[in-house]
């Protein structure tokens, strides 16, 4: 996996993480 892949799954993560768990940060 290249670092751009990478890139887009964390950021997918973090989107996931705070769409369901807004209250944690």
Sequence with gaps: ???SQF???A???AELA???YPHIT
Excluded: L, P, V
Aim: hydrophobic share 40%; aromatic share 8%; charged share 15%.
């Design 7 to 9: 890139q887009q799954a």
């Design 18 to 20: 705070a769409r369901w």
């Design 1 to 3: 996996m290249n670092e």
């Design 11 to 13: 950021g997918i993560s």
